[in-house]
């Protein structure tokens, strides 16, 4: 019984970090669009798109996004560690 609640715990604790870097993450990236002043086209964009995807582009849209995510939540991380 005490193994299943702690189990129970510990699910709810990830869950809670993994909200916790979703949002921070897209805190993160949304001060980062407007230091880069909202220009997604512009060298800081294309630079961090071309490092991103070096091989080509995603073939999907969400993979676009899946990858964006994850990199939201590298970047909350590692500005937390910092």
Do not use: D, N
Request: net charge positive.
């Amino acid at each position: 019984m005490v193994q299943a609640e702690r189990r129970g715990a510990g699910v709810i604790v990830r869950f809670l970090r993994t909200v916790g870097e979703l949002l921070g993450g897209a805190w993160a990236l949304a001060l980062l669009a407007l230091r880069s002043g909202l220009r997604f086209k512009g060298a800081y964009w294309t630079w961090r798109m071309q490092t991103a995807f070096g091989r080509g582009m995603p073939e999907s849209r969400a993979e676009l996004l899946r990858g964006l995510v994850e990199y939201a939540r590298w970047m909350h991380r590692v500005r937390r560690m910092g």
